[in-house]
């Protein structure tokens, strides 16, 4: 399968709540270094700034996060020294 038609299977899935994966349930915990946490709030940040029309162009093919946002069940967040570990639980179909 090619890359775009993965990415279109997949935003397909995100749009329709992820069927094919119906009642699939995870648990992960995600240890991030800070500098990269960093990087992404910093792109975050940009991207905010940019304005609206022009960040559409830009990622024409983007998966809708709020769409995948709605199965997250929890969120920890826990810091120690360089590392941020996100303890995320995630239910599909529920």
Do not use: C, F, K, Y
Not at 70 to 92: K, Q, Y
């Amino acid at each position: 399968m090619s890359e775009r038609r993965l990415l279109a299977w997949l935003q397909q899935q995100v749009a329709a709540g992820l069927p094919a994966i119906a009642g699939t349930r995870v648990t992960a915990s995600v240890p991030l270094q800070v500098a990269l946490v960093n990087e992404l709030i910093a792109e975050a940040l940009a991207d905010a700034t940019t304005a609206a029309p022009q960040r559409a162009a830009a990622t024409p093919t983007a998966i809708d996060a709020t769409a995948l946002l709605r199965h997250v069940r929890s969120v920890r967040v826990e810091a120690a020294p360089g590392v941020i570990t996100l303890d995320v639980a995630l239910a599909i179909g529920e």
